[in-house]
């Protein structure tokens, strides 16, 4: 570990220093939260529906205690998209559909090497051991806190532009799905506005109105009017990168807008591994 004092004097970008020496004593602050592979999936979906897209965003899965996998709106989504019943919500265990890719890393992993894992595996979740022989979760949401101590005259409108992907309201629910999948993203906008669609919306209509389908055969047809949107926050280009990531920090569903970019706390975390941020304020967190 790089002694305070130096810090200052080296221009290493700050994805090469650790995840304990960038976040410090908030390292661990977020709990994480835990399912069973012999629990039902809809415990584990109505417990998600509280989870997905906080600082949390995913389930732990346990063995007797012991971390086996994880559990998100991908799984849930991917296994309606096969069997959309009330059965397999009632009947199916955590287990059966848990992702194994679970994975755990200590202070000294350097935040390069987490964001490589993360793109490598597209999903943005990792868990580490705490002080109360437990796991706190490390997010996307948690590592906006690294964006907001760094110092950078970085701009919304230097993030790379990738294509907003659009939905109509008379689309189908599984035509919604598959171009989640399709164009590896949680989130839809509606054409021409800067409302959207996400899994967490999706999950908590199964949830709530629908009684996790419970005499429901159509799900997958039904039209996207059923869902209620979430608006967008529409920013400026010239928002500062640690501005921006202070601004979602605080959002309960952090998703914002430009007049032709779409921003999540994904897009924030990946421009963390640019060589351009070399500065950081150390005293936030240590």
Not at 31 to 51: F, K
Not at 155 to 161: L, M, S, T
Not at 207 to 222: G, R, S, V
Request: charged letters at 25%; a positive charge; hydrophobic letters at 35%.
């Amino acid at each position: 570990m790089i002694h305070k004092s130096m810090r200052s004097e080296t221009n290493l970008p700050v994805c090469n220093y650790s995840l304990g020496e960038l976040l410090g004593r908030t390292l661990t602050t977020v709990p994480a939260v835990s399912t069973t592979i012999y629990d039902r999936v809809w415990e584990s979906t109505g417990m998600l529906v509280h989870h997905l897209e906080s600082f949390t965003d995913s389930l732990v899965v346990a063995d007797e205690g012991r971390p086996v996998g994880f559990i998100g709106g991908k799984e849930i989504m991917s296994e309606t998209l096969k069997n959309p019943t009330h059965d397999f919500f009632n009947n199916t265990l955590v287990g059966k559909i848990k992702n194994d890719g679970l994975v755990i890393v200590t202070p000294e992993t350097k935040l390069s090497d987490l964001i490589k894992e993360w793109k490598q595996t597209g999903r943005a979740f990792s868990i580490i051991p705490n002080q109360y022989h437990g796991y706190s979760v490390i997010s996307a949401r948690k590592l906006l806190e690294v964006g907001m101590s760094c110092n950078t005259d970085i701009k919304v409108g230097d993030i790379p532009k990738k294509r907003i992907v659009s939905f109509r309201q008379n689309q189908t629910v599984r035509e919604i799905i598959n171009s989640m999948f399709e164009n590896k993203t949680r989130r839809l906008v509606l054409e021409n506005t800067s409302q959207f669609l996400s899994d967490r919306i999706i999950i908590e209509k199964i949830a709530t109105d629908m009684k996790y389908l419970q005499n429901i055969d159509d799900f997958l047809d039904m039209k996207a009017s059923i869902f209620k949107l979430e608006n967008g926050k529409m920013i400026t280009p010239d928002t500062k990168i640690p501005e921006l990531c202070k601004m979602m920090y605080g959002m309960l569903h952090p998703y914002v807008m430009t007049n032709d970019k779409v921003i999540s706390p994904w897009d924030l975390v990946m421009i963390l591994v640019s060589k351009e941020l070399t500065r950081y304020n150390w005293q936030k967190f240590t």
